[in-house]
């Protein structure tokens, strides 16, 4: 079993930068895949970025590409999610999840593949 705990939410004007964290403790049989992913109020949850188990493939929404960077602390058991130039229509509460079933770029954001979730971390955008 693994436990996820997102932190870093907070309040942001439009413009602003953000960094999240999912740290992960417990045993897992093996490596994880992490995903990022928010959901706005009145809307369905949406995948925003994915690291592989091996770090070298990462994915992103087309909404976040270029503004938003995922990276991995191995040493430190901990996913971030480094977010730039913010837009009010981010705010949502952001998930981190952990899965070992691949993906590709088709379909990595799609929830089935997780399978342990955090509580989520709040992001507001306003002025």
């Known amino acids: 079993q693994l436990q996820l705990v997102e932190s870093g939410g907070d309040l942001v004007q439009p413009g602003g930068s953000l960094n999240l964290s999912c740290s992960i403790s417990g045993f897992a049989r093996c490596a994880q895949h992490v995903g990022w992913f928010r959901q706005a109020p009145g809307m369905e949850r949406e995948g925003v970025s994915r690291?592989?188990?091996?770090?070298?493939?990462?994915h992103y929404a087309d909404s976040v590409l270029g503004r938003f960077t995922i990276s991995r602390d191995r040493a430190k058991n901990t996913v971030y999610l480094r977010m730039t130039n913010l837009k009010p229509e981010e705010t949502a509460v952001y998930y981190c999840a952990a899965g070992e079933k691949g993906a590709s770029s088709r379909d990595w954001w799609k929830e089935e593949l997780y399978d342990y979730w955090g509580q989520g971390t709040q992001v507001t955008v306003s002025s």
């Open positions: 690291i592989t188990a091996t770090d070298i493939t990462k």
